[in-house]
């Protein structure tokens, strides 16, 4: 059901993300199935936010997260904060709710969705331009927030608990979950990955990123913490190794297809009859709570970021994210939610009976429709941001005579980084060596893709960019991000592996030039008709300098006997 309803929505240019909840909403209604009967299903779902919090945590090291002081703790700092504060003002002084309903809306609507944004900044790679940055940087902050959150849940659920205990417990559980991951979890892991690698295995290999992936994510949740977290940590670890774009190859599988079910059990959370009766207020208070999460952020991004990067972030990360349906459910179980008034402007127009009537099952339900429609939301934005931009700008234009915005502002993607490398050498066997070697005294960058771990680790030593991947899998290729090369040389003999990778690049860009070498004809010939920029035969050019220098040694001994 989910692979027809993506079909159908691909076709009608809607993103996949819709589909998979309109899937879960129709499996909930007619195979009588609801999130609630399926614990199992419910956890593999949030395996799909563990495997890409682990991904971004491979382009995250411990040094760059230290160089992004700035995303992490001033931008995401603000935001929380601003946010909390923000919609908590609106929630208590101005519905007129209580304190407890307040304190969890506000802190709930304050996050962002760490799957929809993260996943739509590594396809499009912009995970390293400024606007990537900050966006990212705010959000491994909102998942740190995560904690404090579901704490002061627990500690408003019961009034006997000592805070100070609390927060004591949970900083020496971070300490363990810190050395335990970072000290020996740094060495451990490289030594498990260089040991599957040399067994040229890839069950092996794909088995043992798995095992360092879902054990730091459930030690993580052994001390209290959230999976994400782990995963993150754990993947920031790997980062600094030549494994890295291996293992972030082999793993976007899992990551899909498992943010797939993460979507589909959102949309099997959806009361299609609560929906129907309630539908245009959820879409005028989720419409209101975007407008005001998007100025909050904007307000002091401006500052630091200039307007239109600002409006970019700020779009990016208008919606609910999904912690959210933790925060809430986790709120609901402990019967904290309720709807109250204390005064304020609802009271004033319809009376202190006016929400009275509504269970918490209900305000639960509301506050998932609104996360939920705030995420059906947000890949339209994405796809569309530029234009977003603009409109939002000609609207605050309209409403508060802003400066006018520069319209040929650069664009996204010429702000995007412009790093990579000149040529990829796919092979550091004899051949890929002497090439090297040619390049070494050139202006000329390069990266070198082998899949025999002794080769990377003597290209390391010698000082080499080489990292470990096979050149058979198509998503090595993105990983490095072949389509910012000009040149990749095939340096390997398997002609399968030369095909295969041929048409790996060819597939991620047509502008890249390709060049290899075989010593086979027919492989030549089938080479050629692919439109590689150049093919060697190897045994052709060998037999026609030998041959050359035949014919010079016999023109050398003709002109001595003509000399006698």
Not at 302 to 313: L, P, Y
Not at 317 to 334: D, K, M, V
Not at 515 to 521: F, G, L, P, R
Request: proline share 1%; with cysteine; net charge negative.
């Amino acid at each position: 059901m989910a692979v027809a309803s993506g079909i159908i929505l691909n076709k009608l240019k809607i993103p996949a993300i819709i589909g998979y909840i309109v899937t879960g909403t129709l499996t909930a209604y007619l195979f009588g199935f609801r999130l609630e009967d399926s614990v199992d299903l419910n956890e593999a779902a949030e395996l799909g936010i563990v495997f890409l919090m682990f991904m971004i945590g491979l382009d995250f090291s411990f040094k760059k997260i230290t160089q992004m002081k700035q995303e992490v703790l001033l931008f995401g700092g603000l935001q929380i904060g601003l946010s909390i504060l923000v919609f908590f003002v609106a929630c208590y002084y101005v519905l007129g709710f209580n304190f407890n309903t307040s304190i969890i809306v506000a802190s709930a609507v304050s996050l962002s969705s760490t799957a929809i944004v993260l996943k739509t900044l590594n396809e499009t790679n912009q995970t390293k331009t400024p606007y990537g940055m900050a966006a990212v940087g705010i959000l491994v902050f909102q998942d740190i927030a995560v904690i404090p959150i579901l704490l002061m849940i627990k500690l408003l659920s019961n009034q006997d608990l000592s805070m100070g205990e609390m927060f004591l417990s949970t900083g020496i559980s971070a300490l363990i979950v810190l050395l335990l991951l970072i000290l020996p979890g740094r060495f451990l892991a490289r030594i498990v990955l260089r040991s599957s690698a040399k067994m040229k295995t890839d069950e092996i290999f794909v088995g043992t990123v798995l095992l360092i992936v879902l054990g730091s994510a459930y030690l993580s949740k052994h001390f209290g913490f959230s999976l994400s977290l782990g995963a993150f940590l754990a993947g920031m670890i790997v980062s600094n190794s030549p494994f890295k774009y291996q293992v972030a190859s082999v793993l976007v599988y899992f990551r899909d297809l498992l943010l797939g079910v993460f979507f589909i059990t959102i949309g099997m959370q959806v009361d299609v009859i609560f929906l129907a009766k309630y539908f245009l207020v959820v879409l005028i208070l989720v419409t209101l709570m975007l407008l005001m999460k998007t100025l909050i952020m904007f307000a002091f991004l401006s500052f630091f970021r200039g307007v239109k990067n600002a409006m970019r972030i700020a779009l990016s990360l208008s919606q609910i994210g999904e912690f959210s349906f933790a925060i809430f459910l986790l709120a609901s179980q402990y019967k904290i939610l309720n709807l109250e008034l204390n005064g304020g402007i609802l009271n004033w127009i319809f009376g202190d009976q006016f929400l009275a009537s509504i269970t918490p099952d209900e305000i639960y339900q509301f506050l998932t429709l609104m996360v939920i429609f705030s995420m059906i939301a947000t890949p339209f934005i994405l796809d569309r941001l530029d234009m977003c931009v603009q409109f939002a700008f000609k609207i605050f234009n309209a409403l508060f005579k802003f400066a006018k915005i520069d319209s040929n502002v650069e664009s996204n993607q010429a702000l995007q980084a412009k790093d990579g490398y000149d040529v990829v050498v796919c092979g550091y066997g004899t051949l890929g060596k002497k090439v090297l070697e040619f390049f070494s005294g050139c202006d000329v960058s390069t990266l070198v893709v082998d899949s025999n771990y002794e080769r990377v680790e003597e290209g390391i030593k010698k000082g080499c960019h080489i990292v470990y991947g096979n050149i058979t899998d198509k998503m090595i290729f993105r990983e490095i991000e072949v389509e910012k090369s000009k040149v990749v040389i095939l340096c390997v003999e398997s002609p399968l592996a030369i095909e295969k990778a041929c048409r790996h690049i060819m597939d991620i860009s047509h502008f890249i030039k390709i060049i290899a070498q075989t010593n086979e004809e027919a492989v030549e010939t089938d080479l050629k008709e692919i439109g590689l920029y150049g093919v060697v035969n190897g045994d052709r050019e060998v037999a026609t300098m030998l041959a050359n220098l035949a014919l010079d040694a016999i023109k050398e001994s003709e002109d001595l006997e003509a000399d006698k």
